[in-house]
């Protein structure tokens, strides 16, 4: 079923992906600016919808996404949807981590854990904390490892909401402040 799934994703994520490209909304920004004018609610859920599952499957594109959003929505807007879908996203990752493949790597790796998670249990939101701020770690490793150790789902939420916040920040300032989607087509090629 979850295979399934994962190909179903795939599929799509191929077939609107050429629609999707940053170069393709620019070609397209009169038109998507007054959708998202005509339709703000839709244009909302369909982003938050959109950029958990980009962040919950570790596909690529949340950065170009986070941009866009900044342009899109302004930048208080777009900081709260983004903060809190790529929250979510990113706990969904630790989540499909934990339980599909957790007891495996524990069997296998078990006993040279053993102090690893202990350690984890003192002090994971630091650890985490720390590797959320660290932007040469990709989040969906982070996600994948984070979700084989003990650290409780709570404790996991809201560190990464904290964590991520500043490069959130960063990002969604930076694309509220293109000017137009070509400037930021422009900058994806380079």
């Known amino acids: 079923m979850f295979l399934l799934l994962v190909a179903g994703i795939v599929a799509v994520w191929v077939t609107l992906g050429s629609r999707l490209s940053i170069n393709h909304l620019a070609a397209r920004e009169a038109e998507f600016q007054a959708y998202r004018e005509a339709h703000p609610v839709l244009v909302y859920v369909a982003a938050f919808g959109f950029y958990v599952l980009v962040t919950g499957l570790s596909l690529p ?6 941009l866009l959003l900044g342009w899109l929505l302004g930048f208080w807007r777009a900081l709260l949807l983004v903060s809190f879908a790529s929250t979510l996203g990113a706990t969904i990752a630790f989540l499909l981590s934990r339980y599909l493949l957790r007891d495996s790597v524990q069997q296998r790796f078990g006993s040279r854990r053993a102090s690893f998670n202990a350690a984890l249990q003192r002090e994971g939101a630091f650890y985490l904390f720390t590797l959320r701020l660290i932007p040469q770690v990709p989040f969906f490793v982070i996600n994948v490892v984070m979700g084989l150790t003990p650290l409780p789902v709570r ?23 293109l000017p137009d989607l070509q400037t930021l087509a422009t900058l994806e090629v380079s």
Not at 61 to 66: D, L
Not at 159 to 169: A, E, K, W
């Open 155 to 177: 404790t996991y939420w809201w560190v990464s909401q904290v964590g991520m916040l500043p490069g959130t920040v960063a990002f969604v300032y930076a694309g509220s402040n």
């Open 61 to 66: 594109g949340a950065t170009g996404m986070t």
